[in-house]
């Protein structure tokens, strides 16, 4: 019979911590690579550092909505979906085709009625 050992919580907490780093450490030397060899000859920007470089990677994260753990945005589009979906399995028929018909305005509502009818919330 073989025994699992369990790891103590701060051995896992540590163990997350030297991996961000690491990922970190990697991204930034990433980022400063590109940006030196991109940016530098195509606008004729200054090199920069490994630690600006870093730096515009965690800015990059900040602005453009990267950091997605605990959820993120997507658990509130699962939350949306879920509701959406409930609420389209209320409808009659005649609301769905109203509701469909609603939509055929929006740029993703114009697609083929074969292709339209697949996409609909909880059919």
């Known amino acids: 019979?073989?025994?699992?050992?369990?790891?103590?919580?701060?051995?896992k907490g540590l163990f997350?911590?030297?991996?961000?780093?690491?990922a970190g450490a990697v991204f930034g030397w990433i980022v400063t690579l590109l940006w030196n060899w991109l940016m530098t000859s195509?606008?004729?920007?200054?090199?920069?550092g490994f630690w600006e470089g870093l730096?515009?990677?965690l800015l990059g994260k900040v602005l453009f909505g990267g950091?997605?753990?605990?959820?993120?945005?997507?658990r509130h589009r699962r939350r949306h979906h879920r509701r959406l979906q409930a609420r389209?399995?209320?409808?009659?028929?005649?609301?769905?085709?109203?509701?469909?018909?609603g939509l055929r305005h929006c740029p993703w509502g114009k697609r083929s009625e074969a292709t339209r009818d697949?996409?609909?919330p909880g059919s």
């Not at 950091?67 to 997507?74: D, E, L, V």
Request: some cysteine; proline content about 6%.
């Open 1 to 11: 019979m073989h025994m699992h050992s369990h790891k103590p919580w701060w051995m």
């Open 16 to 22: 997350i911590v030297a991996m961000l780093a690491i």
């Open 42 to 48: 195509l606008f004729g920007l200054r090199a920069i």
């Open 55 to 57: 730096g515009l990677f």
């Open 67 to 74: 950091f997605r753990g605990c959820g993120g945005p997507y």
């Open 88 to 101: 389209w399995e209320r409808m009659t028929p005649q609301e769905r085709e109203s509701f469909s018909r």
């Open 118 to 120: 697949r996409d609909v």
